[in-house]
């Protein structure tokens, strides 16, 4: 028996009465479409039962129409749905590269032997801060990290973390206070050390004295067990900067077990505004960055670096901003 022909995209175009580039668009989930006319489409597609045949694409255009993000597995998980939508609105499809922090390496040679138009990285660490062995390992595969060191030579979209540390401790000492305790992030990491660094430049401006800090591990049970290692130290502090929300969370049940109440006794600041920060008891003052903005910039960064070779090399730096809530108060 002979088998039924295979519908062709522009066997859908010719049913809608558009072009198959049109046809495209509306699979590619592109917005430059009118509405009635994907509706045309959509409804051509049905009718014919039309089922995209990818490797055809590929062939055709000699891409795959797909970003590919190489994550840790507790990585970027809040800016992933947003990189998501916004990939498909610009066509493309989305997948994710889950790897441990030390492969980071050999996920980028595997990547490169793949058919992918793009990628965006995400390192926790500065494994590999050269953007020519970088372009070496992809294949010239455009690229984009999120986090990076500060004026590093890579395409890449970051949050001025230390700046996002000075704001919080300048808060603190513009309330009055002098002795402000630290709990960083780990300092092997691109955000747990330049918010680190920010604290210490901030005390150094301000003559005040910076002994009391605990590395953590940007856990609830880290900043729980870090906050009672300051405790412990037996040195009277009023404030302390938290290096992300999640800490926070556990040294202020930390501070509560010590019988000290938040701001009353120990003004908090944390860093990062998750969405339930503001739903901590008291509300946590905190340094916010914009994940969904995050990831929106690196999509849209990447895309232009496929679709225009020519699109110069360049850093992104976006301001963090201080909201200020219930869990600090001037020093009395």
């Known amino acids: 028996m002979k088998s039924k022909r295979r519908t062709t995209l522009r066997d859908v175009a010719r049913e809608a009465g558009v072009s198959y580039q049109t046809v495209s668009r509306v699979i590619n989930d592109n917005d430059n479409v009118a509405p009635a006319t994907r509706e045309r489409v959509l409804l051509a597609i049905d009718k014919l039962d039309y089922r995209p045949n990818r490797a055809a694409q590929v062939m055709q255009t000699e891409r795959s129409q797909t970003i590919e993000v190489i994550m840790p597995y507790y990585g970027f998980n809040r800016v ?103 709990i960083s992030g780990p300092l092997w990491n691109y955000d747990g050390y330049d918010r680190h660094e920010g604290w210490l430049a901030t005390l150094a401006d301000n003559n005040l004295d910076p002994s009391l800090s605990v590395e953590g591990d940007f856990t609830v049970d880290g900043g729980y067990q870090a906050m009672q290692q300051l405790l412990d130290m037996d040195v009277k502090f009023s404030a302390a900067f938290v290096a992300n929300d999640m800490m926070a969370f556990g040294a202020q049940t930390a501070l509560r077990e010590r019988g000290l109440r938040i701001p009353e006794d120990v003004s908090i600041v944390g860093f990062d505004d998750l969405q339930e920060s503001a739903h901590f008891v008291p509300s946590l003052t905190t340094v916010r960055q914009d994940f969904a903005l995050l990831g929106r910039l690196a999509i849209e960064y990447v895309v232009s670096l496929i679709e225009n070779p020519d699109t110069p090399i360049y850093q992104r730096v976006l301001p963090p901003q201080l909201v200020v809530r219930k869990s600090t108060q001037p020093y009395r």
């Open 80 to 182: 992933l749905a947003d990189m998501a939508r916004i990939t498909h609105q610009s066509g493309y499809h989305f997948s994710i590269s889950a790897i441990d922090n030390t492969e980071f390496a050999e996920a980028l040679i595997s990547a490169s032997s793949r058919f992918i138009d793009g990628l965006i990285l995400t390192p926790l660490s500065p494994i590999i801060d050269d953007y020519d062995e970088l372009k070496r390992l992809t294949k010239g595969i455009p690229f984009v990290q999120i986090g990076a060191r500060l004026g590093t030579n890579l395409p890449s979209v970051i949050y001025d973390h230390a700046q996002g540390a000075r704001l919080a401790t300048q808060h603190l000492i513009n309330l009055g206070h002098k002795v402000i305790a630290e």
